[in-house]
């Protein structure tokens, strides 16, 4: 049983999801989407193997394993030469991700450093909406670059250039520290890493 964002999951685990399958066909998987901080509950509770959590989390009873490195960005439907600090970008009509996700609270805490609140116009719960609102112009999206390559390369959406971009970050696969990893977990991670 692996746990992984509805993001996740589209964007990063369905390649390995397909050739886990050709390799090991008897195996039943079962994947839960649920945000990385409610996996943490899930695996503790016993509920999910294996967990893909949006970084940065830190939980003493978790082995965590970095498995891609991400990048947030905001894009517009506009492309735009100007360079935006983060009070500019603040004060724009905001489309981000819900409050309760660990991608939300790395960005919140990013611009809190510099003593700004975000105030989205609106809060989504999925990636690919996160792109499409921008594409109708009804504001800038944050959204990790690596699962908008398509939306960036065709034209569809633009990155906005920051003065100060936001840290890198990355994707990990989790599991109890506790636990011992059955043979399926430990093949499926084999091929994630």
Known sequence: VIGA??????YFLTPYLVLFHKQYPSVRIKVLNRTSLEMIELMKSGQIDLGFLNMPITDESLTIKECLKVHDIFVSANKDDKVY?????????????????????????????????????????????????????LGISCVIKEFSMEYLSQGIVYEIELEEPLPERSIAYAYLKRRTLSASATKFIELCK
Do not use: Y
């Not at 964002?5 to 589209?10: A, W």
């Not at 983060?86 to 996700?101: Q, R, S, V, W, Y």
């Not at 939300?104 to 690919?128: N, T």
């Open 5 to 10: 964002s509805d993001t996740i999951s589209q």
């Open 85 to 137: 600090s983060n009070k500019e970008i603040a004060k724009m009509p905001l489309i981000l991700i819900e409050k309760n996700t660990s991608s939300r609270q790395f960005v919140d805490k990013h611009f809190a450093r510099s003593g700004i609140l975000l105030q989205p116009k609106i809060e989504l719960g999925a990636h690919e909406l996160l792109l499409k609102l921008a594409q109708v112009n």
